[in-house]
């Protein structure tokens, strides 16, 4: 791509990193900064501790190593936004208070959310740590995302990869941060989407994987057809998602499948599955004397076949049904023949629950892989990934269910950003000017609430009073509804719907099909034919007892789906939680693409004026005094190593310690509040140097013990390095290897240069010399990695014009080193040798050191290899490739009798002459 992101040392601000410091504050100011972040390639924008995230419909460059290497450990607003700082601080917050944390990633469909919870476990993932035991959970709970997509994902006209289902996430830590174990809870599978998609949606990713990805033999056992071929395909002419290759998947989703625990033989018998749905939608009825039959027996043959059941066993069930029926206390089983549209009702109720009870063996099975320890001494963090508020043209009972979870999200969100932050602050005692807002509670109460009944009881209540009849049942939900809610705000009824003021818009739901949605039963005939499999796999999803007469009434799915809404709730109000909202741009899903009033629209329905507005008027930071206190007493004498008075008195000492404005702070009753991030930034920042120097001070104790035990050993490696090739400056073995010439602990912006987390093995100011031969200096570093060359260049714009800066002139990775190049004598000179690229020629006093920690570290990276040293009186010099053109250098070695006499370099044309005086002898190894 042609675009980079840049790091915090030279980053170009577009637009406003945190949208709290907008200075015009309104819906439009927020649309145009977003738009113009977007457009710079920038889709992270803060408010505060929120992220909002744009969806740029295209590959951006800044999710590598580098950016995980960047955002590890930095304060939130030294880097620009992004992804990875919220995941940090959630994994130090834990750390740090011994807190469970919990991420929210809220938007509509087609926004981002998925993609935006595989970074935060990608990253969490990668700065964890951890050993071989460690590394197999961390690699279920990436895995589980490939897996889980291909059976709970499909391709929408909103979103090529949409997440028709709900998922959170537990990652369980051990005390000492390491991933130990996982908790993955779904709710609020489409299992609709099996039977029927809408125009331009597809099924379920599982479907096209396999028939694009089995191979021949598979295919074969499976009687895998062409796509056009299957009833549950061919519906909304929609066979291929963009960008997406499906048998590349399929093999991603066996990778998954293996690396999780489940079977060759478990993974077989899913796919039988999977292709007996197909088989199963080809299955059709006609007409005959007012009852179902089945228009071919030949299309019973192969599901029978898939999953070890009998023909005629298939067609019985799918035809007919047992019913119950009660006289007085008398109850009597009474054989019904089922019409056309019955029987196609059973088949897809059949097919629904295969496909939902695989996906909860997939479920389960990532669970058991993860293995859930003992929670009482783990801490966790909690990844929320729910498909988003939906509203499309006809909307029916899974979209009222699906925008009750995002209702209740935002309930969430409100309680914790805007009234539970305001109600703290006048419980405290703040000075505190109060914000307005929209409270979606009586929303939420209209769906859920039991006294007096909102939605669901009603609808539970029409389910019960009409136990097994279908018709004309929806409409006298409709009419309850109407009598129990008559001029309520948020409600509104039509002829055959009703229409509900959400937060994000009004959505008008369809009522057809609302009571037998809701009552989500599974006939027991079918559950009995299931059970007369021959394949063990096949009975073990259907362990159901199916017992006659006497039967409890089964559990409806509004009372499911409220019950797992209420438990998602207390878990992530038992976390201290964090936010991304993910913001859609367009409807078309290309890159670059801007819909100005779909963004107006989530803006405002996401209320982010408001946030804004408590954000700029409340206190970035809070703690109680005790846990404040105990965080910074280090910064005071009077506070450290131990204070005896009040937590209150000894927060307020702390805050003088650091010279902090007192505008800045308040104290309320329990607990300090503070304004602005950067004044938190600065008591982290002084108490990071409090600790320094005391770390400074143990490691300096400690390296000097290191030096004086690994001193031998780094003579002995030198010293055979360098061993009858090179003649010695007297000195030159005894002397200690530092390491450090430059000083970098009191340069980090040197540090910065080469990664925060690298350890530099060597460092010093060289000299370096050019095509004409002319020097300039460069600090030379080693690390594990690299050899990298810094120079220094002034300011070419900028209030900071003319100011000079440092700049990596050149990072070679060390497995591109192919060999250095030295003379036989006692000069300094070094010559780094680079595969398919041009030569370096420095000059360092410490070249013995340089090149045995090179040497080091390449054979560490190369898996043994030997780096290649070559001592020559004459070596040529590659050169950069510039409109001066290329070409080559020599540079010639002679000795002059004149013992220990510098080097004299006489250039002529392409040639450098350096004459030497004699050394020590090349077997000197002690002087």
């Known amino acids: 791509m042609a675009f980079h992101w840049q790091s915090h040392v030279n980053v170009q601000h577009v637009g406003v990193d945190d949208m709290v410091l907008l200075s015009k504050l309104s819906d439009q100011a927020i649309v145009d900064n977003l738009k113009k972040r977007l457009q710079a390639n920038s889709i992270f924008t803060y408010i505060g501790p929120v992220l909002i995230s744009v969806n740029p419909f295209k590959q951006m460059p800044y999710f590598t190593e580098k950016e995980m290497d960047q955002y590890q450990g930095a304060a939130q607003y030294e880097n620009p936004p992004h992804i990875y700082a919220t995941a940090d601080n959630m994994y130090r917050n834990m750390m740090i208070d011994n807190e469970n944390q919990c991420v929210i990633i809220s938007g509509e469909s087609g926004a981002g959310k998925t993609v935006a919870a595989k970074f935060i ?42 997440s028709r289902f709900g998922k959170y996430v537990e990652i369980i830590f051990s005390r000492g941060g390491e991933p130990i174990g996982g908790k993955l809870s779904n709710f609020l599978l489409e299992k609709s989407r099996v039977v029927h998609q809408k125009q331009g949606d597809r099924n379920f990713h599982i479907f096209y994987q396999l028939l694009a990805g089995a191979d021949k033999n598979l295919r074969s056992t499976l009687g895998i057809g062409e796509l056009s071929y299957y009833n549950y395909l061919n519906q909304s002419g929609v066979y291929q998602a963009q960008n997406t290759d499906d048998a590349k998947e399929f093999k991603a989703t066996l990778h998954a499948m293996s690396v999780i625990g489940i079977s060759e033989e478990q993974q077989f018998d899913l796919f039988r599955l999977v292709s007996a749905v197909l088989h199963i939608g080809n299955i059709t009825f006609v007409e005959d004397k007012n009852f179902a039959a089945v228009q071919s027996n030949e299309f019973l043959e192969f599901p029978a076949f898939l999953l070890g059941l009998s023909a005629d066993a298939i067609r019985e069930k799918l035809t007919t049904r047992r019913m119950e029926g009660k006289w ?61 508020f939906e509203i499309f043209d006809h909307n029916g009972f899974e979209q009222f269910c699906i925008n009750f979870i995002n209702e209740k999200l935002q309930q969430i969100f409100i309680e914790l950003t805007l009234k539970a932050e305001q109600e703290e ?45 279908s018709e004309g049942v929806d409409r006298q939900f409709l009419t309850t509804l109407s009598k129990a809610h008559a001029g309520h705000p948020h409600l509104q009824q039509g002829a055959e719907c009703f229409l509900i003021r959400h937060y994000a818009g009004d959505v008008t739901y369809h009522i057809e099909g609302f009571c037998d949605t809701n009552r989500d039963v599974l006939y027991p005939d079918l559950i009995q034919l299931m059970q007369q499999s021959t394949n063990p796999f096949v009975r073990s999803l259907f362990p159901d007892q199916v017992n006659a007469g006497g039967a409890k009434r089964p559990t409806t799915f509004s009372t499911k789906i409220r019950s797992q809404a209420n438990d998602l709730v207390d878990s992530l109000m038992k976390c201290t939680p964090h936010y991304v909202r993910c913001i859609k741009p367009n409807e078309t899903k290309r890159a670059g693409d801007w819909d100005e009033r779909r963004v107006l629209h989530q803006v405002q329905y996401l209320g982010l004026k408001e946030n804004i507005r408590v954000r700029r008027a409340g206190f970035a930071y809070r703690r109680s005094f005790e846990k404040f206190l105990w965080r910074y007493a280090i910064l005071t004498e009077q506070t450290w190593p131990s204070y005896r008075g009040p937590p209150q008195q000894g927060c307020e000492i702390i ?176 010559i780094l040798q680079v595969r398919d690229d041009y ?59 004149s013992e220990n006499r510098a080097a004299v370099l006489k250039p002529n044309g392409k040639i450098l002459n350096v004459a030497i005086g004699r050394g020590l002898s090349n077997t000197t190894s002690e002087q």
Not at 846 to 854: D, Q, S
Not at 879 to 897: C, S
């Open 121 to 162: 476990m990608n990253y969490i993932s990668r700065i964890s740590g951890g050993g071989q035991r460690v590394q197999h959970v961390k690699d279920v709970i990436l895995e589980s995302n490939p897996l889980l997509e291909a059976f709970g994902n499909s391709a929408t006209a909103r979103n090529w990869n949409s």
């Open 328 to 388: 007085g206390k008398q109850t009597e089983q009474i054989d019904m023949t089922l019409n056309v549209e019955q029987a196609v009702y059973t088949r897809d109720a059949w097919v629904k629950a295969i496909y939902s009870r695989m996906f909860d063996f997939l479920v389960k099975s990532v669970n058991g892989a993860m293995e859930i320890p003992a929670r009482d001494s783990a801490l966790s963090i909690g990844i929320l990934d729910i498909y988003g």
């Open 425 to 469: 602050y006048v419980k405290e005692g703040v000075q505190w000017t109060p914000v307005e807002y929209f409270d979606n509670k009586i929303v939420c109460e209209l769906i859920e609430s039991k006294r007096p009944p909102g939605i669901m009881s009603l609808l539970d209540d029409t389910c019960a009073q009409n136990h097994g009849q």
């Open 655 to 830: 805050c003088q310690s650091v010279n902090m404005d007192r505008g800045q702070y308040q104290m309320g009753k329990t607990k300090i509040f503070i304004k602005n991030p950067e004044s938190l930034f600065l008591l982290e920042e002084v108490r990071e140097r409090k600790y320094d120097g005391f770390a400074r001070k143990i490691q300096k104790a400690w390296r000097q013990f290191n030096a004086r035990k690994h001193h031998a050993k780094q003579k002995e490696e030198a010293c055979d390095l360098m061993y009858g090739k090179k003649e010695r400056r007297r000195f030159s073995l005894n002397r200690n290897f530092v390491g450090d010439y430059i000083g970098l602990e009191y340069k980090p912006a040197l540090q910065a240069l080469v990664g925060k987390r690298e350890r530099v093995d060597f460092a010093h100011t060289a000299n370096k010399y050019d095509r004409r031969f002319k020097i300039s200096k460069v600090d030379l570093l080693v690390t594990s990695k690299h050899v990298t060359l810094i120079g220094r260049e002034k300011v070419k714009k900028g209030p900071e014009k003319g100011k000079l800066v440092e700049v990596v002139k050149r990072q070679l990775e060390l497995g591109k080193i192919a060999s250095i190049g030295l003379s036989p004598y006692q000069d300094d000179f070094l």
């Open 839 to 897: 030569s370096s020629l420095l000059e360092t006093p410490f070249k013995t050191e340089f090149c045995t920690a090179v040497s080091k570290r390449y054979k560490e990276k190369m898996n043994g290899a030997i780096l290649p040293l070559e001592f020559k009186n004459s070596h040529v010099v590659t050169l950069k490739k510039t409109r001066f053109g290329g070409g080559t250098r020599t540079v010639n070695f002679v000795v002059e009798e």
